[in-house]
């Protein structure tokens, strides 16, 4: 018998699987389940789009692209970011496609974390970012963000985390899973924390059409001097309902994305050409989709907030992203607990928060990309689920 155990790489061991897919995985077993768990959005990919990818495969554009990806699309992503968000980048030398956001986070963190160096993580927050840093031999540094700060990294709080060893900051702006979302004068607080320490930034922005009011996002890399310090990852997954697409990019530096380009180059080689032609076409005539869908989930936002509210779970209102995370310390369950109890009894699945980092601790991460009448049916439910416990 082989010991596989000996054989596998320690640091990987050491890793614990995603929380978000233990109850995914869960409802997946079970009949009559509503599912709150995904940041999927249960819109179809505009038809537009999907026809650019049915004309690519008919034409027979099957090929490789160049590593970087196709010029087209990185000249796109450039006029797309100078539209959207005033950021200038050369498409030659500033931009890499790659196989969804998460690759761009790894490229990234992989690029620019040495061993032993520190990596700023304000939590709650995604799943990738302590087990990336930790592949790379980095040390994650977690930063508690907190309700009455309305979940927004403050630069108070930053300061207090950063050591000689400080490397890397990750700003996950709009956030998953808080919904919370940065202003302005919050960026440019942190901006100077940036320079006093000499850190570079991951920003990842991948839910930056999703925010609500007046107030659009505003990306870390327009704030004074700090293009220059900042990776900026986004991709197509979240805006243009295309999350089966896989297709993401970074922008930055020409030196760091150069490098970043050179691992793509050896791990994946290139993006999928069909979804990068769709792509394409996702950013010259998508703008209509993407306000269509904002306003959908705008209508689910208040209709979740106010129902969870409604049922004594203190619930944050979200600016940006699908995610609610609502408090259930009152009922004096464990988040794992609650959402346990929740899958049994009710057939509804959501998050424990704390499988976004431990401060997560009492809360849940429910999603609202689902329709009406799915948020409508498992609040419901939620409810029934509370009184038995009263």
């Keep these: ?18 929380g978000i897919r233990r109850f995914f995985d869960i409802a997946n077993e079970m009949d009559n389940v509503i599912s709150l768990s995904i940041g999927e959005p249960d819109f179809s990919t505009p038809w537009h789009v999907r026809q650019e990818g049915i004309r690519t495969l008919e034409d027979g554009k099957t090929w490789y692209s160049p590593n970087r990806g196709f010029i087209e699309l990185r000249e796109e992503i450039c006029r797309w970011l100078k539209r959207r968000y005033h950021l200038e980048y050369e498409p030659k030398t500033d931009v890499v496609v790659t196989v969804g956001g998460s690759e761009a986070i790894d490229l990234c963190i992989r690029c620019l974390v040495k061993p032993g160096e520190e990596v700023l993580i304000p939590e709650p927050s995604f799943v990738c970012y302590r087990p990336l840093t930790e592949m790379a031999e980095g040390i994650p540094v977690t930063i508690q963000t907190k309700q009455e700060d309305k979940f927004r990294l403050t630069a108070k709080a930053l300061r207090e985390k950063i050591t000689p060893k400080s490397k890397l900051l990750i700003l996950p702006f709009p956030n998953n899973p808080t919904g919370a979302v940065m202003r302005r004068a919050d960026l440019e607080q942190i901006a100077e924390v940036v320079k006093e320490h ?97 306003e959908q989930y705008d209508m689910r936002r208040r209709l979740i907030v106010d129902g969870l509210n409604s049922m004594g779970l203190a619930c944050f209102e979200p600016e940006g992203a699908f995610y609610v995370f609502p408090c259930i310390k009152n009922t004096g369950l464990s988040s794992q607990e609650f959402c346990e109890k929740l899958i049994y009894a009710e057939h509804v699945a959501v998050v424990p928060g704390d499988a976004f980092g431990e401060c997560g601790e009492g809360y849940l991460r429910v999603s609202y990309s689902y329709s009406i009448k799915h948020i409508t049916e498992a609040l419901s439910r939620i409810r029934h689920f509370l009184k038995t416990l009263n």
Aim: proline share 3%; net charge negative.
């Design 198 to 294: 000499n850190l570079m930034v991951l920003s990842d922005e991948i839910y930056s059409e999703l925010t609500y009011g007046e107030t659009r996002h505003v990306s870390f890399a327009s704030i004074d001097g700090m293009k220059e310090r900042t990776i900026v990852v986004n991709g197509f997954s979240k805006a243009f309902a295309m999350t089966g697409w896989r297709l993401g990019y970074a922008v930055g530096p020409k030196e760091i994305i150069g490098q970043m380009t050179k691992l793509h180059q050896y791990g994946i080689m290139s993006a999928p050409t069909m979804a990068q032609y769709a792509a394409i076409e996702a950013m010259k005539n998508g703008d209509s989709d993407i306000d269509y869908m904002r």
């Design 1 to 18: 018998m082989i010991d596989y155990q000996s054989m596998l790489n320690d640091e990987v061991k050491r890793i614990k699987p995603s």
